[in-house]
Antibody, heavy 119, light 111 residues
């Protein structure tokens, strides 16, 4: 069974940094593209970015609102995905979901971790 | 950026009756490999989203066959043949052809 467990969320001040983690199991993590998707309180879903598998060069792509501030990385030896967030803004407040990325969409989702950016 | 527009945004349905959600993209979702990367997701209250449909009309594993997807180019539809109580939630379309963009969501409730 595919499992994705996010952690690392919390309260951070504007301008601060936070690193989220996603522990993956039940599938071949190293062979899978992975994405982060977020959902602001009471709002819809927004793709944050993704990282390809190393056989596809392992490149990353980001949505415009987070480009230059967020960095996605992966440790295939630990089956773990990361999201390093810096220069955080109040509008980054959201639940952040880790997802697998297959067939042009997100086919498995974690339970999410909440990030609150506030002074 | 590709804009995804769903309608209606609110959908009250009687149990056992059909339901239909429309999704329109601002440009064609046909990718260079010939595939059309249009997905549908369901988010039940208090839960993470779950993908129902990928590449327009393919149901994900475990998705009941009362859910079906159709469409092409820029116009797509999710249909539920007979709505059940467990179908209450918000439905999102999402395109995966030009990066990823979600629609605004359609809230389905039981009348």
């Amino acid at each position: 069974e595919v499992q994705l467990v996010e952690s690392g969320g919390g309260l951070v001040e504007p301008g601060g940094s936070l690193r989220l983690s996603c522990a993956a199991s039940g599938f071949t993590f190293s062979n899978t593209w992975m994405s982060w998707v977020r959902q602001a309180p009471g709002k819809g879903l927004e793709w944050v970015g993704h990282i390809k598998r190393k056989t596809d060069v392992g490149t990353t792509d980001y949505a415009a609102p987070v480009k230059g501030r967020f960095t996605i990385s992966r440790d295939d030896s630990k089956n773990t995905l990361y999201l390093q967030m810096s220069s955080l803004k109040t509008e980054d407040t959201a639940v952040y979901y880790c997802t697998t990325d297959h067939d042009g969409g997100m086919d498995a989702w974690g339970q999410g971790t909440t990030v609150t950016v506030s002074s | 950026d590709v804009v995804m527009t769903q309608s209606p945004l609110f959908l009250p349905v009687t149990l056992g009756q059909p339901a239909s959600i429309s999704c329109r993209s601002s440009q064609s979702l046909v990718y260079s490999d010939g595939n059309t990367y249009l997905n549908w997701f369901q988010q039940r209250p208090g839960q993470s989203p779950r993908r129902l449909i990928y590449k327009v009309s393919n149901r994900d594993s475990g998705v009941p066959d009362r859910f079906s997807g159709s469409g092409s180019g820029t116009d797509f539809t999710l249909k539920i043949s007979r709505v059940e109580a467990e179908d209450v939630g918000i439905y999102y379309c999402m395109q995966g052809t030009h990066w990823y963009t979600f629609g605004q969501g359609t809230k389905l409730e039981i009348k």
